[in-house]
């Protein structure tokens, strides 16, 4: 076969993407090799999805058990992973009932569907309005770029669906003011990932909680950045002590394998009855065995603990590489999804230091022009933390003399 190689990807591909210059081709646990051989540590985690590294045994055993067993059904019949899994989250969670699908933007997808049919459905028509912040993410589809607070995921896509605002996030008097009994539904990210990684404050999620029951509106959380334990809970809003109505979670639920999934409480469930929404592959069996051993893992104990010891591991190296280098302003995050944000002399500029991370054998990411963004495998081992420390630290010094 003839080698594949980077400028293939413009002759074939839609230009959405201007992937790095590298092809990787094999991971193990925490390390990453590319065609050529060489060897890198990865603190990117497929942005927050390979929450148990590379190949991790279990999942491949999963993943070849159930190859060999059955691939596909689609929804006119269940299947026996689909159901242990829904078991598994709804044993660990407020939930009561689960939907399956395929990815972060389709799990938002149902969530908000849900809100509104619910109010639809329970109230009329004219209570449909949805709310949520500026700077969040929610996916790429046209209802969630139209929900996501960032203008320039819509721009060139209008008309894009009405009835929703945005307020400053953290600014419970901005959604005070905001909230009414039109108000189906609120969608907050407990930590805003791609807005810059910004923890909710503990009053906020309270309140906004608070309001929400005011007004008979639903409180849907994303989670797909910050849940299956990337904070060191199952979910953030564990951490918080205050649940939503609706939480949506994707990325690490496979580790690496396709899936989504919205899952709510039996109150608002009923509202999407036959017939109403759905996905093919939506439980696909191959997705919910990977991903039962995923959670199996997760929810074992000492794994959530350690996830803390190791974001405090970074996060005091983090510290010391600032006091030497003076290059953050800030250093922040819950568990293992950690932001460091560039002071003024460098703002903007967190992809040079992501390319030259790279340089130096190491995948890291943006979250937004001027936060860099650790997402490493929950089970990263501490040899890899270092090593992987020492080398954003070279990087650093290169950026720096250059
Ligand atoms: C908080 C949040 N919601 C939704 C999404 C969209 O997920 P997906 O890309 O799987 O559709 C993302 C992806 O980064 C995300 O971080």
Redesign the pocket.
């Known amino acids: 076969m003839t080698k594949i190689t980077r400028a293939q990807f413009d002759d074939v591909m839609v230009p959405n993407y201007v992937p790095g210059k590298v092809i990787p081709v094999k991971g193990e646990g925490s390390r990453i090799w590319d065609q050529e051989g060489r060897e890198y540590i990865d603190f990117a985690g497929g ?2 999805v390979s929450a148990l590294g590379h190949a991790h045994p279990a999942l491949v055993e999963a993943l070849t058990t159930q190859g060999q067993k059955l691939w596909h059904l689609s929804n006119v019949m269940t299947n026996e992973p689909a159901i242990e899994l829904a078991q598994k989250i709804t044993d660990n969670t407020f939930a009561d009932k689960v939907f399956f699908c395929n ?4 799990a ?1 997808e149902a969530a908000l569907k849900l809100g509104r049919r619910h109010a639809f459905l329970n109230t009329g028509p004219d209570k449909h309005e949805i709310i949520s912040t500026l700077q969040s ?4 589809t046209l209802f ?1 770029v139209s929900v996501g607070g960032q203008a320039k995921y819509k721009e060139g896509f209008e008309p894009t669906p009405g009835g929703i605002s945005h307020v400053p996030y953290n600014d419970l008097a901005a959604m005070k003011a905001q909230i009414s009994d039109r108000t189906a539904a609120v969608i907050l ?1 407990p930590i805003q ?2 807005g810059g990684i910004t923890p909710a404050t503990q009053e906020y999620l309270e309140g906004v909680r608070k309001l929400c029951d005011e007004h008979d509106a639903l409180l849907i959380f ?1 989670e ?2 910050t849940g299956v334990g990337r904070t060191g809970h199952l979910y953030a809003y564990q951490a918080y002590g205050v649940e939503p109505d609706i939480l ?1 979670t ?2 690490a639920l496979g580790g690496g394998f396709p899936i ?1 999934a919205m899952i709510c409480t039996d109150k608002v469930a009923g509202s999407l009855a036959f017939g109403t929404h759905g996905s093919t592959y939506g439980g696909n069996p191959l997705a919910c065995a990977v991903s039962l051993a995923v959670l199996n893992i997760i929810t074992a104990d000492g794994v959530l603990d350690e996830v803390v010891v190791k974001s405090e591991r970074i996060k005091a190296a983090l510290v010391k590489i600032n006091e030497k280098h003076g290059i953050f302003k800030d250093i922040r995050g819950m568990g293992l999804l950690i932001g460091a944000e560039l002071n003024d002399d460098w703002a903007g500029k967190a992809k040079d230091f992501v390319g030259a991370a790279l340089e130096e054998g190491l995948m890291m990411l943006v979250a937004g022009p001027n936060v860099v963004r650790f997402a490493p495998s929950l089970i990263i081992p501490d040899a890899d933390i270092d090593e992987g420390l020492a080398r954003f630290e070279k990087a650093i010094e290169k950026l720096l003399n250059s």
């Open positions: 942005i927050a990815s972060g933007a389709e938002n993410f929610h996916g790429r969630t990210e990932g791609e994303d797909v950045q949506t994707a990325k989504g």
